[in-house]
């Protein structure tokens, strides 16, 4: 009997402490989650020159689709019209058609044109290496301008990189502060803004290389066609310049 009388006793004295440590146990699943937007902002400040790459990249890819295409580099309709004026011996009326057009063949048309109106006396072989000039300037200009998604897919992971050392940084700056527990809250923060970082620098840097190889495959390929084109118009060229009136400068006396 004294026993149990003391069982409850103990019981009585000992449950207001339990209930305190009850009450004072935080929950296990959090009351708030971080939004991934949250996530970022305390992700450390390389975050920001990240988020402006990553707007750089999205523009670059708009651009690159509405420019890096067929149309504007060699159309159908353009060279459809330079055959038919280059078989009528129609220079003057094919240069203010290349005005007009804005494609990359007509940019070598317009180049081969006004150089034979300058020069009047000159051969084949010379109105060629302007065509190739031009031609060489325009695939250059191509390449040059998908390059710039082969930077950033380097530059991005550099930048996860320095990210996650600060973030290492701060983990081991916390576990040798003299902070008690907190300095666990403090580490798993550093490990957390480390691994955010190296994570948007992936983020960024893959998608970017994946369209660096697209955009420079269809780069490749429309140098090819205007490659083509530019083979097509001085052929009809060499084959006016085996007729007696070889010079764009006769088409006013035909007019």
């Given at each position: 009997?004294?026993i149990?009388?003391?069982?409850?006793?103990a019981?009585a004295s000992?449950?207001?402490?339990i209930?305190?440590?009850?009450t004072?146990?935080?929950?296990?699943?959090?009351?708030?989650?971080q939004?991934?937007?949250?996530?970022?902002?305390?992700?450390?400040?390389?975050m920001?020159p990240?988020?402006?790459?990553?707007?750089f990249f999205?523009?670059?890819v708009?651009?690159?689709?509405?420019?890096i295409?067929?149309?504007?580099?060699?159309?159908?309709?353009?060279?459809?019209?330079?055959d038919?004026?280059?078989?009528?011996?129609?220079?003057?009326?094919?240069?203010a058609?290349?005005?007009?057009?804005?494609?990359?063949?007509a940019?070598?048309?317009q180049?081969?044109?006004d150089?034979?109106?300058k020069?009047?006396?000159?051969?084949?072989?010379?109105?060629?290496?302007?065509?190739?000039?031009?031609g060489?300037?325009?695939?250059?200009?191509l390449?040059?301008?998908?390059?710039?998604?082969?930077?950033?897919?380097?530059?991005a992971?550099?930048?996860?990189?320095?990210?996650?050392?600060?973030g290492?940084i701060h983990?081991?700056?916390?576990?040798?502060?003299?902070?008690?527990?907190?300095?666990y809250?403090a580490?798993?923060r550093?490990?957390?803004?480390?691994?955010?970082?190296?994570?948007?620098?992936?983020?960024i840097?893959?998608?970017?290389?994946i369209?660096?190889?697209?955009?420079?495959?269809?780069?490749?390929?429309?140098i090819?066609?205007l490659?083509?084109?530019?083979?097509?118009?001085l052929?009809l060229l060499?084959?006016?310049?085996?007729?007696?009136?070889?010079?764009?400068?006769?088409?006013?006396?035909?007019?």
């Open positions: 009997m004294k149990r009388v003391l069982l409850f006793a019981l000992a449950s207001p402490v209930a305190q440590e009850a004072a146990t935080p929950p296990l699943v959090p009351e708030h989650s939004t991934i937007l949250e996530t970022l902002l305390k992700a450390g400040p390389v920001i990240m988020v402006l790459l990553s707007i999205v523009m670059l708009v651009v690159y689709l509405l420019t295409r067929r149309g504007a580099v060699v159309s159908s309709g353009y060279m459809a019209t330079a038919a004026l280059l078989r009528k011996r129609d220079y003057l009326g094919l240069l058609v290349s005005n007009r057009h804005g494609e990359a063949i940019r070598v048309v180049k081969v044109l150089f034979m109106t020069n009047p006396n000159a051969d084949l072989q010379q109105v060629r290496e302007i065509a190739e000039t031009e060489t300037r325009v695939a250059a200009n390449n040059n301008r998908v390059i710039y998604l082969a930077d950033i897919g380097m530059i992971p550099l930048l996860g990189l320095l990210g996650t050392v600060f290492i983990s081991f700056g916390a576990l040798g502060a003299d902070i008690g527990s907190a300095r809250v580490l798993s550093g490990i957390s803004e480390a691994l955010v970082n190296t994570a948007a620098g992936l983020a840097g893959i998608p970017a290389m369209f660096y190889a697209f955009f420079r495959g269809r780069a490749q390929k429309l090819s066609e490659e083509a084109a530019s083979t097509h118009v052929a060499s084959l006016q310049y085996g007729r007696p009136q070889r010079t764009p400068v006769l088409i006013e006396e035909e007019l």
